[in-house]
């Protein structure tokens, strides 16, 4: 008989009726791998249609759909857009679909939309902050709320956006409390000890999740103190590196492995470096770069991370919205997701992991998109990581192996640089630009943020490619 939700997790993990039946007295073989859904960066926008404001800031968040619902717009957004409510719907509506026999669903940041403050204070009447955080409660409250409902009783271990605040900047105290209960009963679903996430969640937005039965932990870590452009917090950005060192401490000591979720990945701003021109001299030569982290931080989180081999055995992150990884060691890679949201020219997407069981580490992907240019009915499967790339076994190795590929093997650079924007490679024609930012000219900008993370080395690499 299955136990009660919390422990769904732990049941699915290890193999307890499984697959849905336990007939004959015995129990079926256990699979060797699992999967699990992987999504980011929604960014909702609840001012999509302004007229429905007055009734929203009215109803309580558990109410918002029926309100939804009655709006004159239906259409999908146009790219350049945060996500509308017809967007959520389909996307989580794909995702649950998606979900299989999945134990835990993955997501990596950014439940509110851009710009959300000076947005609610334009559409909603009020010039209150206190209106505004309220609102902002209730709309990640909806936006978990709707999760939860396609999730089913499994959790959703996560890690914080930089829009996940009052702010815009990071997640800062008020809104961390005023939302720690929220994403532990509508995310992790209450299957990690509450005072433990607790103490560090409205510390400063990250936390670790033992999870039951099994010998993963989870850690979200708030990558967004170490940002470039967020008010420097010295003390802040220590204590969580001190505890990111304890807690892989612990967990090695403990014979346990190791997911660690983020939210803004190290290394280089490609997109940025690529696309400012006072970034390269005459020449063409790079002579700056605009870098994900203050150096200093990213520095000390990859010593920390050197001191554990083998006890990571998947590291995400999100922020960019465009499907790429980046190698932070000849051990780890980090996997970037794409986002839900088409606010950056992408196609909506988000990415189904495999995993071998004994020991949480990623041997595929499959990648779904929504294609925003003929607007089919339903998201769809997009790639898979083995076919696309012929390659085969662990995940990190085999992006580790993609990676010289790239730069040597021009079938293998453009079936990456196709999916890079998760499909839309067409044109902006208002602007008269690609809406995907690769091109020939600065392809080598991205190709070196995939395998340098420290800024001197990046630069090095772009200018001797």
């Given at each position: 008989?299955?136990?009660?939700?919390?422990?769904?997790?732990?049941?699915?993990?290890?193999?307890?009726?499984?697959?849905?039946?336990?007939?004959?007295?015995?129990?079926?073989?256990?699979?060797?791998?699992?999967?699990?859904?992987?999504?980011?960066?929604?960014?909702?926008?609840?001012?999509?249609?302004?007229?429905?404001?007055?009734?929203?800031?009215?109803?309580?968040?558990?109410?918002?759909?029926?309100?939804?619902?009655t709006s004159s717009i239906t259409a999908l957004p146009a790219w350049n857009s945060d996500t509308n409510y017809p967007l959520l719907v389909l996307a989580l509506s794909s995702i649950r679909q998606n979900l299989g026999a999945s134990?835990?669903?993955?997501?990596?940041?950014?439940?509110?939309?851009?710009?959300?403050?000076?947005?609610?204070?334009?559409?909603?009447?009020?010039?209150?902050?206190?209106?505004?955080?309220?609102?902002?409660?209730?709309?990640?409250?909806?936006?978990?709320?709707?999760?939860?409902?396609?999730?089913?009783?499994?959790?959703?271990?996560?890690?914080?956006?930089?829009?996940?605040?009052?702010?815009?900047?990071?997640?800062?105290?008020?809104?961390?409390?005023?939302?720690?209960?929220?994403?532990?009963?509508?995310?992790?679903?209450?299957?990690?000890?509450?005072?433990?996430?607790?103490?560090?969640?409205?510390?400063?937005?990250?936390?670790?999740?033992?999870?039951?039965?099994?010998?993963?932990?989870?850690?979200?870590?708030?990558?967004?103190?170490?940002?470039?452009?967020?008010?420097?917090?010295?003390?802040?950005?220590?204590?969580?590196?001190?505890?990111?060192?304890?807690?892989?401490?612990?967990?090695?000591?403990?014979?346990?492995?190791?997911?660690?979720?983020?939210?803004?990945?190290?290394?280089?701003?490609?997109?940025?470096?690529?696309?400012?021109?006072?970034?390269?001299?005459?020449?063409?030569?790079?002579?700056?770069?605009?870098?994900?982290?203050?150096?200093?931080?990213?520095?000390?989180?990859?010593?920390?991370?050197?001191?554990?081999?083998?006890?990571?055995?998947?590291?995400?992150?999100?922020?960019?919205?465009?499907?790429?990884?980046?190698?932070?060691?000849?051990?780890?890679?980090?996997?970037?997701?794409?986002?839900?949201?088409?606010?950056?020219?992408?196609?909506?997407?988000?990415?189904?992991?495999?995993?071998?069981?004994?020991?949480?580490?990623?041997t595929d992907y499959r990648s779904v998109n929504y294609d925003l240019a003929t607007m089919p009915g339903q998201f769809s499967d997009y790639y898979t990581f083995s076919e696309a790339y012929s390659m085969q076994g662990p995940l990190?190795?085999?992006?580790?192996?993609?990676?010289?590929?790239?730069?040597?093997?021009?079938?293998?650079?453009?079936?990456?640089?196709?999916?890079?924007?998760?499909?839309?490679?067409?044109?902006?024609?208002?602007?008269?630009?690609?809406?995907?930012?690769?091109?020939?000219?600065?392809?080598?900008?991205?190709?070196?943020?995939?395998?340098?993370?420290?800024?001197?080395?990046?630069?090095?690499?772009?200018?001797?490619?």
């Amino acid at each position: 008989m299955l136990e009660p939700s919390r422990y769904i997790f732990l049941l699915v993990l290890v193999n307890i009726c499984l697959s849905g039946g336990c007939g004959n007295g015995t129990t079926p073989p256990a699979p060797s791998s699992f999967t699990a859904v992987v999504f980011s960066d929604v960014h909702f926008n609840p001012f999509y249609d302004p007229s429905l404001c007055p009734r929203l800031v009215a109803a309580d968040a558990s109410g918002w759909a029926s309100i939804f619902e009655t709006s004159s717009i239906t259409a999908l957004p146009a790219w350049n857009s945060d996500t509308n409510y017809p967007l959520l719907v389909l996307a989580l509506s794909s995702i649950r679909q998606n979900l299989g026999a999945s134990p835990v669903i993955i997501y990596t940041g950014d439940l509110l939309g851009h710009n959300f403050s000076n947005q609610f204070y334009q559409y909603c009447g009020s010039s209150e902050v206190a209106a505004m955080q309220a609102f902002s409660d209730k709309t990640a409250a909806f936006v978990m709320q709707q999760v939860r409902s396609s999730a089913g009783n499994i959790p959703v271990v996560f890690a914080l956006g930089n829009t996940d605040s009052y702010t815009g900047y990071g997640p800062d105290s008020t809104f961390l409390s005023n939302t720690a209960e929220l994403f532990y009963t509508d995310f992790l679903n209450g299957t990690v000890d509450h005072q433990a996430f607790l103490n560090t969640f409205t510390s400063a937005g990250y936390y670790s999740a033992d999870l039951r039965g099994t010998n993963l932990t989870v850690i979200g870590l708030n990558t967004v103190l170490f940002s470039l452009g967020v008010p420097a917090d010295d003390s802040a950005v220590s204590a969580e590196l001190s505890w990111l060192d304890s807690t892989l401490a612990s967990a090695q000591a403990g014979g346990k492995k190791v997911w660690l979720l983020m939210h803004v990945p190290p290394g280089a701003n490609t997109v940025s470096t690529a696309t400012t021109p006072s970034t390269f001299d005459s020449n063409g030569h790079l002579i700056s770069a605009t870098m994900m982290w203050v150096q200093d931080y990213q520095a000390r989180f990859l010593e920390i991370f050197s001191k554990y081999p083998g006890v990571i055995t998947l590291t995400l992150a999100a922020h960019t919205h465009r499907d790429e990884f980046r190698i932070m060691s000849s051990d780890d890679v980090l996997d970037i997701t794409p986002s839900i949201a088409p606010c950056f020219g992408n196609d909506p997407a988000f990415k189904v992991f495999t995993f071998t069981r004994a020991t949480f580490t990623p041997t595929d992907y499959r990648s779904v998109n929504y294609d925003l240019a003929t607007m089919p009915g339903q998201f769809s499967d997009y790639y898979t990581f083995s076919e696309a790339y012929s390659m085969q076994g662990p995940l990190d190795s085999s992006l580790a192996q993609l990676y010289p590929a790239l730069i040597r093997n021009d079938a293998q650079q453009s079936i990456y640089i196709g999916q890079y924007n998760s499909g839309n490679n067409s044109v902006d024609s208002g602007a008269n630009t690609n809406w995907n930012p690769i091109t020939s000219t600065n392809w080598p900008v991205f190709a070196c943020g995939i395998g340098k993370m420290a800024e001197l080395d990046f630069i090095y690499c772009v200018n001797s490619y």
